[in-house]
């Protein structure tokens, strides 16, 4: 059917037919975009036992590496399924060279991390900042071998967060409190601070306890 008199036809191309710029094909070269790990995030309230199941990812941040590795040090019993950038870095220090330890241990954590979780072992990993970055690098394999994921803030006094700390800090709390980490691939997440930080007596990796019939 010819167009009316004093009409013209605009010849739309294949890419911009559909209504979202995600839907679009990939130009030949471009790299793919990031697969989409957000969830239904669940903001949990403290409890003096904090359960997960086996085989999940847990993220401990804190603006305080003093307050984070105390809390470690007291409640995560399975030392082998703890990882930190600080506990790879001691175990290589001296056995390579020094301006490469830094490298080499991320290398290492990056790659114990991804076994563990292969392997479906529990895995709490101590990061070092607050920055989303950081979090996705454990978050989204976790998510690509469909671990649950987890994450705990652990509050700190505002004299113990460096000045070059509190604007992340502070965008994580919001995130968390509005239940926004989802977005990030993070299922549950929980912020613990002053008192409700040493009322944690245990944190377990179980199923949770079968109903009695």
Known sequence: MSSPPGQRSVKIANDERLGWSSDRPR???MPDRPADISVRGRVLSPSDRLRYSPGSL???VSPSL??????VDRLIE???AFFSHAKVRSLIEGRVPADVLDEKANELLQAAVLKRLGSGETVVVALDTLTPEERERYVRPAAALKRPRHLIL????K???AEEDRAALNELRRALDAGQLGAEGIQTSLRLG????????????RPPPRDDD
């Open 194 to 205: 002053g008192a409700t930080i040493s009322e944690v007596k245990k944190v377990v990796f």
């Open 58 to 60: 847990l993220l401990i």
């Open 78 to 80: 399975e030392r082998s």
């Open 27 to 29: 130009r030949d070269g």
């Open 154 to 157: 652990l509050e700190t006094g």
């Open 66 to 71: 003093k307050e984070r590795d105390a809390f």
């Open 159 to 161: 004299d113990s967060v």
